[in-house]
């Protein structure tokens, strides 16, 4: 069983930490049937659901490489992002940079790192925060999504994380091969 979600940090830092240079075309739809939102990421291959119900689209730097998504009051925000790994930065490297500048000041609650993932997740000034980040193509390619809410509002956005998290699922690269010639695993 996984431990209750923890705290996580805004979407600047989400953003600052991965320095995505994005330039994909991507989808949004929305499914009036169950209220919710679901995205794919035409470059990167990633997708994922949110309950359209509780998030409108915002601005995001670059929409054509990912998607951010805010309630009306703009209290909770979602990004989510692809890129290539043009600095060649190892999950350990990456993961230990997120924490030691951008999340410096974070009380973390859960830390699982896997073999090709990690997430950082727990409380920073005031806000939960959940940022999952994935190593795909031999490590090529970083995928990641941050979502980030008041900590008195815990209970309620934490399940709704949980749902998001069971609906994300990451590409293959930029052309969903890994690249031209490479095995896909």
């Given at each position: 069983?996984?431990?209750?979600?923890?705290?996580?940090?805004?979407?600047?830092?989400?953003?600052?930490?991965?320095?995505?240079?994005?330039?994909?075309?991507?989808?949004?739809v929305?499914?009036?049937?169950?209220?919710?939102?679901?995205?794919?990421?035409?470059r990167?291959?990633?997708?994922?659901?949110?309950?359209?119900?509780?998030?409108?689209?915002?601005?995001?730097?670059?929409?054509?490489?990912?998607?951010?998504?805010?309630?009306?009051?703009?209290?909770?925000?979602?990004?989510?992002?692809a890129?290539?790994?043009?600095?060649?930065?190892?999950?350990?490297?990456?993961?230990?940079?997120?924490?030691?500048?951008?999340?410096?000041?974070?009380?973390?609650?859960?830390?699982?790192?896997?073999?090709?993932?990690?997430?950082?997740?727990?409380?920073?000034?005031?806000?939960?925060?959940?940022?999952?980040?994935?190593?795909?193509?031999?490590?090529?390619?970083?995928?990641?999504?941050?979502?980030?809410?008041?900590?008195?509002?815990?209970?309620?956005?934490?399940?709704?994380?949980?749902?998001?998290?069971?609906?994300?699922?990451?590409?293959?690269?930029?052309?969903?091969?890994?690249?031209?010639?490479?095995?896909?695993?």
């Amino acid at each position: 069983m996984r431990p209750p979600l923890l705290p996580m940090q805004g979407l600047a830092r989400f953003a600052l930490a991965i320095a995505f240079a994005l330039t994909c075309a991507s989808a949004l739809v929305a499914t009036a049937a169950d209220a919710a939102i679901s995205y794919s990421n035409t470059r990167y291959g990633f997708s994922l659901r949110l309950p359209g119900d509780h998030f409108v689209a915002g601005q995001a730097r670059n929409p054509e490489g990912g998607g951010l998504w805010q309630t009306r009051d703009g209290q909770v925000r979602l990004l989510a992002v692809a890129t290539a790994n043009a600095s060649s930065e190892t999950l350990t490297s990456y993961r230990q940079f997120v924490m030691e500048t951008t999340d410096k000041n974070a009380v973390f609650d859960y830390l699982p790192m896997r073999g090709n993932w990690f997430v950082l997740s727990g409380e920073m000034d005031g806000r939960i925060f959940y940022e999952r980040i994935t190593f795909v193509c031999d490590g090529r390619y970083i995928y990641g999504w941050q979502m980030s809410y008041p900590a008195s509002e815990k209970r309620r956005w934490d399940p709704i994380v949980e749902a998001i998290h069971r609906s994300y699922r990451v590409g293959r690269g930029e052309d969903g091969r890994c690249g031209p010639g490479r095995d896909p695993s």
